[in-house]
């Protein structure tokens, strides 16, 4: 395992995107949302879902603090609730 599931816990976002997250966290359908997440005809293995997931909301985090108006809210936090969920799946596989 990579320290991936380390670099999610040092992660400073904003709590209410947390809540949502975990909130969501319940719902979350591997086989569907990730695919549709990372744009992949298959589910990646969990590493490298959640090295292409954190890539992702990097991206999405810097578009949130400039202020862009593209920012989607609702995809922060389906992208959150896939990390959270592909850690999960890291730990319980260690």
Avoid at 11 to 38: C, F, S, T
Wanted: glycine content about 2%; some cysteine.
């Amino acid at each position: 395992m990579s320290d991936l599931p380390s670099m999610l816990q040092e992660l400073r976002r904003p709590r209410l995107l947390i809540r949502a997250a975990r909130a969501g966290l319940a719902e979350y359908n591997r086989n569907r949302d990730l695919k549709r997440l990372v744009r992949a005809n298959a589910v990646p293995d969990p590493d490298r879902a959640l090295s292409i997931l954190m890539e992702e909301e990097e991206r999405i985090e810097a578009t949130r603090r400039t202020g862009d108006a593209s920012y989607s809210f609702t995809r922060h936090i389906e992208v959150l609730i896939a990390m959270m969920a592909e850690v999960r799946l890291l730990r319980s596989c260690a």
